[in-house]
Every structure is written in structure tokens, then in C-alpha cells.
């Protein structure tokens, strides 16, 4: 497997921040990507493949998978499951660095770690269909969901209850008809036509 491993030097130099455990305190760190084999002995990498960016991770580390796109692989794809802090993240198994590529890597199976079944691939899109919400109002031409109920109340407000916002500043026009249509649009207008910046959004009309 592929590790980024990072190392203190003692070189005098401007201070930066350190690119590891959340933790960790402000020093230098120098990164360098590294390889094994199946037996666990290190390898040579191959020409080209030891200056990737790094990526930084929602838990605090860095690593150069980037972000995790679990739309890209097959239903046989192993992931072997990390723990940082309780928290559980997933990291590739790549063995075969000589056919290793960023847009395509060689994913190879664990004994360890869970594999990705038609019911687990099943399971995901059933919770992520009960979390699209649909608009339901007799003679609603809208035919896609809704990712968030929110997003279903703000159409539900706008296009069939009409509900408009008044806009707060004396003498403006924007008022009961030609009210801003959406009370989250409120800021933009009242920035983009008198120059004024709200604290905070106003809860009613």
C-alpha cells in the first residue's frame, strides 16, 4: 500500500503549519510517498508517481486519494475500514503500483476488511431515495426531487403559496406583491440595492 509518512527536520527555516494530526503543534514536516509490496518490503516507485498533491480529509489528516467517490467503483470493490478518533474512514488497497494509475488504480481485495455487496449498493440507494422529497401539489409541473425538505419548503412557499418578503429598508418598492420571492434572496437585494449588509436574516415577513 501507498503511505504518506512524514518526518521533523530541524532545518532553520520560517515556521508553517503542520500538515498532520490535527494536534499537532506548528514545525516543519517534510512528506514523502512511499510503497510495499505484498510482502510488506518497500519498493521503488515509478518514475513520476512521487510528486502527487495532497488532499486534506474531513478527520484532519492529508492523503492523496482526495475526496471519496464510491460511485466510480464496482459492486466488487474492497475498502479497508481506518479508525481515527472513533470516527471510521475508508482507505484504497493498492498493491500493484507498476500497473497504478491516479484515474485508474488497481484495487486489489483484503481478507480484513468489508466488501461491498449488490445488498449493501441496495441498502444505500434505498436510504438515499427515502431522502428525496417530491412535490406533491395538484397541478405541480416540477418533475425532480427535492434533496432536502428544505429545499421542498422553499418551492412548496414560492411557487404555489406566493409568499413574498418585504424588504425591511424605508421607501424601497420591494413590498406585498413585488416582495423578493425567496426570504433567503433578502441579503442579496437589500446588499446588491441600498449597500447595506445584514447582521442577520429577518424571520418573517
Not at 515509478?46 to 464496482?74: A, E, K, M, R
Not at 485508474?104 to 441498502?123: A, F, Q
Not at 424601497?172 to 440595492?193: M, S, T, Y
Request: net charge neutral; charged share 20%.
Amino acid at each position: 500500500m501507498d503511505h504518506v509518512k512524514h518526518r521533523k527536520t530541524v532545518d532553520a527555516a520560517p515556521v508553517e503549519p503542520a500538515i498532520g494530526e490535527p494536534s499537532t503543534p506548528l514545525a516543519l514536516y517534510e512528506f514523502s510517498l512511499i510503497s510495499f509490496d505484498q510482502s510488506g518490503c518497500r519498493q521503488p516507485l515509478p518514475p513520476g508517481l512521487g510528486n502527487l498533491p495532497l488532499y486534506l480529509d474531513h478527520d484532519g489528516y492529508f492523503s492523496v486519494n482526495g475526496s471519496l467517490d464510491l460511485t466510480v467503483f464496482s459492486l466488487h470493490t474492497t475498502l479497508a475500514r481506518v479508525s481515527y478518533y472513533n470516527e471510521s474512514t475508508f482507505c484504497f488497497l493498492v498493491t500493484d503500483i507498476s500497473s497504478f494509475s491516479v484515474e485508474n488504480p488497481h484495487v486489489t481485495p483484503n481478507p480484513n476488511s468489508d466488501h461491498l455487496d449488490t445488498n449493501t449498493i441496495s441498502r444505500t440507494q434505498a436510504r438515499f431515495e427515502r431522502r428525496s422529497y417530491h412535490c406533491s401539489e395538484p397541478g405541480g409541473t416540477w418533475g425532480s426531487a427535492f434533496p432536502t425538505k428544505q429545499a421542498l419548503d422553499r418551492h412548496h412557499e414560492v411557487k404555489h403559496l406566493n409568499l413574498r418578503v418585504d424588504c425591511p429598508i424605508p421607501g424601497c418598492e420591494q413590498v406585498g406583491d413585488k416582495g423578493i420571492k425567496r426570504k433567503d434572496n433578502l441579503p442579496a437585494h437589500i446588499w446588491n440595492k441600498h449597500k447595506i449588509r445584514l447582521s442577520r436574516q429577518p424571520h418573517g415577513n
